[in-house]
């Protein structure tokens, strides 16, 4: 079990940005970590993506040139930088970490924090 806590949700106006955080409670250095959400009576969606070493990312169609994923291992954290949001991002946004993007297990989550997106 690799302990995760998510952070930086909140409500906000459309057009309006959030950061989210992922910090660890392990060495994050050798993870990729994603980032899902999930709306009330939607499955759960992957957002994005980062490899272990920050060199690869990868985004949702919906997010792309929106959403920013990026790391500090000094920090022992992700950040995913939240801009132009709409309604439709709402959800209970998670974290996972997992040896690899693609095709990620993600066995290990983080508890959510939640984002409201409402004119």
């Known amino acids: 079990q690799l302990q995760l806590v998510e952070s930086g949700g909140g409500l906000v106006q459309p057009g309006g940005s959030l950061r989210l955080s992922c910090a660890a409670k392990?060495?994050?250095?050798?993870?990729?970590i994603g980032w899902f959400r999930q709306a009330p009576g939607k499955e759960r969606e992957g957002v994005s993506c980062?490899?272990?070493?920050?060199?690869?990312?990868n985004y949702a169609d919906s997010v792309k040139g929106r959403f920013t994923i990026s790391r500090d291992d000094a920090k022992n954290t992700v950040f995913l930088q939240m801009n132009s949001l709409k309604p439709e991002d709402t959800g209970l946004y998670y974290c996972?970490?997992?040896?690899?993007?693609?095709?990620?297990?993600?066995?290990?989550w983080g508890q959510g924090t939640q984002v409201s997106v409402s004119s």
């Open positions: 980062i490899s272990h070493s920050g060199g690869t990312t």
């Open positions: 392990f060495t994050l250095r050798s993870y990729a």
């Open positions: 996972a970490a997992d040896y690899r993007c693609w095709p990620g297990a993600f066995g290990s």
